[in-house]
């Protein structure tokens, strides 16, 4: 009975955590340039916002993720959101993103090393650099709505980039745990006060 009641309060909070599971809001789109053209050229290095992170930052950020900072693209089509949850690493360090729209569409851009010689059917591949390639592919996506997504291809400015990237890690120390024995081979203490 006890035990019981020591779950109780765990069981009623489960409900809240699960259902704020994957509920953060993504942007519909990239942020619009300075310049006023709209978008920033391909690899600018537009000036980031006092207090945002900039280029070298960014891109040291993605290095940690395993992911390698030439080989990241954007789109931008109307109607459709970037699932966050999405944002990885493709292959060895290329990079992927799937963006979403309200009837159930989904649109993925996989951005990697090679050629867009061996594009696989049904996906539609650009070569923005030598030796790269972009793969977008689309679940209940027209074909025009992949072409236009194609050809909206871009490199993101630093203010695209940042909300797409997770936020860089603040703790430098390790966790101390509680539960760890203060000599012995270190195995956690899993035992529970007033049992035997």
Known sequence: MIRAARALPLLLVLPALLTACGTEKARSGPEPAASGSGRAAAGSSQEPASGAPGQAELDERLRALGIAPELVYVTEVPGFTVAQ????????????????????????????????????????????????????????????????????????????????????????????????????DGAPDNSVPGSS
């Open 85 to 184: 949850q999405s944002i990885g690493v493709n292959g060895d360090d290329g990079f992927s993103v799937a963006y979403w729209a309200k009837n159930g569409a989904v649109l993925h851009l996989y951005a990697e090393r090679g050629s867009a010689a061996d594009c696989p059917q049904g996906h539609v591949c650009r070569a923005p650099a030598k030796g790269q390639v972009v793969r977008l592919y689309g679940e209940k996506v027209a074909p025009d709505v992949l072409r236009q997504a194609a050809d909206a291809l871009h490199r993101p400015t630093p203010g695209e980039l940042v909300p797409l990237l997770p936020s860089p890690r603040t703790a430098t120390a390790p966790v101390q745990r509680g539960d760890l024995p203060p000599n012995g």
